[in-house]
């Protein structure tokens, strides 16, 4: 039961954050599709390491990082 809850926390999480918030966000801003552009920050934190923001690249889960790819990744 415990597993199970835990489970659709994590789904509902998933869903509202990033597949229904990515949407928006891609729409809102009117990128093309299948692009995301995020902010990032070099002046943000006092030990130089970069921020991102709108949204937030580097704070995306395992699973929904696999979603994503580089245009300037090479095929091997």
Do not use: C
Not at 35 to 50: K, N, Y
């Amino acid at each position: 039961m415990i597993e199970t809850l835990l489970f659709r926390s994590t789904i509902e999480k998933r869903l509202s954050t990033y597949y229904r918030g990515l949407v928006k966000l891609i729409e809102d801003h009117n990128w093309d599709k299948g692009t995301i552009f995020g902010q990032l920050h070099q002046s943000a934190t006092r030990t130089g390491r970069l921020s991102s923001s709108k949204p937030n690249l580097q704070n995306f889960d395992g699973e929904i990082k696999e979603l994503f790819g580089s245009r300037y990744a090479t095929a091997s």
